[in-house]
């Protein structure tokens, strides 16, 4: 088992930036690759970047390149995403997730294996 625990999420204006942390504890040398994903109300949970661990190979959805950065802590087997350059539509709960298993496209909800309990992010205009 792998436990997750996000941390840094709170409200912000538009324009203004958050620094996410998802602390992992366990079997954490089970854990291949990190993601991120996030839940709007009313919508289905997103993929918004991942990073593998050995390597540090790094992934981002469209909406959030250039915007956000992953990043990682090998040492203290923490993740981290800073977000600049937040919208309104950036507004979701942030979950942090694990999967065990190596994939060229993390983006699916499906094949993470554990999830933290998420972390409020608002936007306001």
């Known amino acids: 088992q792998v436990q997750l625990v996000e941390s840094g999420g709170g409200l912000v204006q538009a324009g203004g930036s958050l620094r996410l942390s998802c602390a992992a504890s366990g079997r954490t040398f089970s854990s291949n690759i990190m993601g991120w994903f996030r839940q709007a109300p009313g919508k289905e949970r997103e993929f918004v970047s991942a990073i593998r661990w050995n390597g540090g190979r790094t992934w981002y959805a469209d909406s959030v390149k250039g915007r956000f950065t992953i990043s990682k802590d090998n040492a203290k087997n923490t993740v981290f995403l800073q977000m600049y350059s937040l919208k309104p539509e950036d507004t979701a709960i942030y979950y942090c997730?694990?999967?065990?298993?190596?994939?060229?496209?993390?983006?699916?909800?499906?094949?993470?294996?554990?999830w933290g309990q998420g972390t409020q992010v608002t936007v306001s205009p």
């Open positions: 997730a694990s999967r065990i298993h190596y994939s060229e496209s993390p983006v699916s909800t499906a094949d993470y294996n554990y």
